[in-house]
Each structure stands twice: as structure tokens, then as C-alpha cells.
């Protein structure tokens, strides 16, 4: 078997996603447990426990999310359709944890005014990047306001030099991926999550770029928080991990004796209101409970993987160079069977 290294899957001749790849243990491990391990990192100026960003979805991160995630050492980005964001800045009264927020290229001016005021990160919240009016938007706020701006979303590094010219401080990478996005399917765009985030790397390494990558979408689990991290991403967004939690927007709904909650994309008709073209479904989840819950099973995964690649620390998971290249067959094997 080929041991691959992450130049070796830049190369590949197909598009790979999450379940096309393993990390390999090629060291005899030094880590004892995996509460040796330190997650601790620094993301465009904030000190962060746990490699976790959620999605400004409006089924995923409102204000109550955005709290208890800075709470548990992430970010929340509190999504653009929240109206009580734009109360609470005009009457001057931000919510304690409030961390980042997301805007649309039309946002009201004072929006982003009261959250450069609060030292909050800003996403301009799109579905394509590479688009003249991102980079205008981008670049006007950066001139205006002393704040991080994070843009999105790209599939690969063709553009990444442009945005990082305008400005912006972190792009979301992922076309397509998200478990409720049908974009790749109206369109025809996009390519596998671990493709796209390993091309945008060797970007920024070649041109030196000082731009943070978000690995955005097709995130299922654990393993592939840490597949992301060794792909080169700086921290993950999460979206349907998320979804479902008790923090979440939205009522619990009793249903065949199960309680669920509602989880949709951001281009889902439901959020939309209006007959125009689709690129997002709608579901229900099954209701999770806190989102501590779900935090602290990533965090613990991630410990154990870094634990097995004797990783002391995210660094050092993101210097990892051995990966295999799956069949479906062995995808198929690792799966747990009843």
C-alpha cells in the first residue's frame, strides 16, 4: 500500500473527500493519554479550546449558540437573518460572548459599525467568493473599521491572493459539501472537501499568505475534524453536528414519539420565503441535547487522534504528511455493523 503525503494528494488525479482518505500512524507514539493533549489555539486573535466555528445557519447559530460556544472555547457565528442582532446593537446592548457575526453584501452600516466597536469578527456571508462584489465589500469595511473580516465560500486557491489583497482575514473552503447543500447538483460546482481544502493550502504556502482556512461542510464526525486539521485547514465549521442541539434556534417538535428539531440550508426555500432558485433542503434532526455534549465528543476524538499520531498539539497535527487513499471496500469495513 502507498503511504500518501499531502503533495501526493494534490496530485491525485481524483477528487477526494473525507471518506477517500485515512491518517496513517507511521510513529511510535510519545502522547500517554489523551488528556496530555493540548487543543489550545489562537484563531485571528482569540484564544480557543476546541477547533470549532458553527455555521451562521439559521437552524444552527443564534444568539443563544453564539454564548455557549465562546463558553466552551469556540466561535459562534450568529446568523444574518437573526433580527434581534440588529436590536440589541441599537440599543447598545451586546450580548456577553457574542463572538462573530454574519452580514449580506447589502448589511446596514451600523451593524458592522457596532460590531467592530465590540472587537466582533464579521462574515460576509455568501455562497460564492469569487465574486467582484465579495472583494469590494471586503475591502471597504477593512478600510473603514478595525476588524476581522472572514469571506467564503471558495473551492480552490485560484482566487485565494485576490481575497487575501482585499483584505480578508479567513475564507470558508467548500462548495457543495454541506449536508443540506445542492448547489454542486443545481450547478454542476464544487469538488471533495479534502481536494479543495489541501489545493487552497499549498496557495497560501507558495504565495505566503496570511489568510486562515476554514474547512466548510461534509464535517460528520470526529475523524473528520482531525482529517480536515491535517488537510491543512486552521479550524472547522460545523453546521449539522451542530443541529438539533438545545442552544439551536427553533422548537423541539414531538414526532413519532421522537423529538426533533428543524435543520436547513441557507439557500432552503424555507429560508428564502419565495419561489426562486433552490440550492438548499430542509430536514428534521434528531434533538441532541446540549451542544456541550457534542463539543466534548469532538474535543475528545480529536485528542484521541492526535493521541495515536503521537500529536501534542494542533501544530503538530497539522504537520502531518501520511494519509491512504481508500477503496470502498475498505470505507466500508471501518463502518460498525449491528
Known amino acids: 500500500m502507498k503511504i500518501y503525503?499531502?503533495?501526493?494528494?494534490?496530485?491525485?488525479?481524483?477528487?477526494?473527500?473525507?471518506?477517500?482518505?485515512?491518517?496513517?500512524?507511521?510513529?511510535?507514539?510519545?502522547?500517554?493519554?489523551?488528556?496530555?493533549?493540548?487543543?489550545?489555539?489562537?484563531?485571528l486573535g482569540l484564544e480557543l479550546s476546541v477547533p470549532v466555528i458553527s455555521s451562521p445557519m439559521d437552524t444552527v447559530t443564534g444568539i443563544e449558540m453564539a454564548k455557549e460556544l465562546t463558553n466552551l472555547g469556540?466561535?459562534?457565528?450568529?446568523?444574518?437573518?437573526?433580527?434581534?442582532?440588529?436590536?440589541l446593537f441599537a440599543n447598545g446592548n451586546l450580548a456577553d460572548g457574542m463572538r462573530a457575526v454574519s452580514i449580506s453584501l447589502t448589511s446596514d452600516e451600523q451593524l458592522i459599525e457596532r460590531a467592530s466597536e465590540n472587537n466582533m469578527i464579521v462574515c460576509i456571508d455568501t455562497a460564492n467568493a469569487n465574486n467582484a462584489y465579495v472583494l469590494k465589500k471586503c475591502e471597504e469595511i477593512k478600510s473603514k473599521y478595525k476588524v476581522k473580516v472572514i469571506v467564503g465560500n471558495i473551492a480552490n486557491g485560484a482566487t485565494l491572493k485576490q481575497l487575501s489583497d482585499a483584505g480578508a482575514d479567513a475564507?470558508?473552503?467548500?462548495?457543495?459539501?454541506?449536508?443540506?447543500c445542492t448547489t454542486s447538483v443545481q450547478t454542476g460546482i464544487g469538488i471533495g472537501q479534502v481536494s479543495s481544502l489541501i489545493d487552497v493550502y499549498y496557495t497560501r504556502k507558495k504565495e505566503k499568505l496570511d489568510i486562515a482556512?476554514?474547512?466548510?461542510?461534509?464535517?460528520?464526525?470526529?475523524?473528520?475534524v482531525a482529517k480536515a486539521l491535517a488537510c491543512g485547514a486552521d479550524i472547522v465549521m460545523l453546521g449539522r453536528m451542530l443541529a438539533g442541539t438545545k442552544e439551536t434556534p427553533?422548537?423541539?417538535?414531538?414526532?413519532?414519539?421522537?423529538?426533533?428539531?428543524?435543520?436547513?440550508?441557507?439557500?432552503?426555500?424555507?429560508?428564502?420565503?419565495?419561489?426562486?432558485?433552490?440550492?438548499?433542503?430542509?430536514?428534521?434532526?434528531?434533538?441532541?441535547?446540549?451542544?456541550?455534549?457534542?463539543?466534548?465528543?469532538?474535543?475528545?476524538?480529536?485528542?484521541?487522534?492526535?493521541?495515536?499520531?503521537?500529536?501534542?498539539?494542533?501544530?503538530?497535527l497539522k504537520n502531518i504528511d501520511s494519509f491512504a487513499v481508500l477503496s470502498t471496500s475498505s470505507y466500508l469495513e471501518r463502518l460498525p455493523r449491528k
Request: net charge neutral; hydrophobic share 30%; proline share 2%.
Open 171 to 180: 475564507v470558508r473552503i467548500g462548495i457543495g459539501g454541506g449536508s443540506m
Open 74 to 87: 469556540c466561535i459562534g457565528i450568529v446568523n444574518r437573518f437573526d433580527s434581534s442582532v440588529k436590536e
Open 250 to 316: 427553533g422548537e423541539v417538535i414531538k414526532y413519532d414519539d421522537q423529538l426533533w428539531k428543524k435543520y436547513r440550508g441557507s439557500a432552503s426555500f424555507g429560508v428564502k420565503m419565495k419561489n426562486e432558485f433552490i440550492e438548499g433542503e430542509e430536514t428534521l434532526v434528531p434533538y441532541k441535547g446540549s451542544v456541550k455534549n457534542v463539543v466534548n465528543g469532538i474535543s475528545d476524538g480529536l485528542r484521541s487522534a492526535m493521541s495515536y499520531l503521537n500529536c501534542e498539539s494542533l501544530d503538530d
Open 5 to 43: 503525503t499531502k503533495q501526493d494528494l494534490n496530485d491525485y488525479s481524483l477528487s477526494l473527500t473525507y471518506d477517500d482518505i485515512s491518517l496513517i500512524p507511521t510513529r511510535i507514539s510519545q502522547v500517554k493519554t489523551r488528556s496530555e493533549v493540548n487543543t489550545k489555539f489562537k484563531f
Open 213 to 224: 482556512l476554514i474547512a466548510d461542510g461534509g464535517i460528520k464526525g470526529p475523524g473528520d
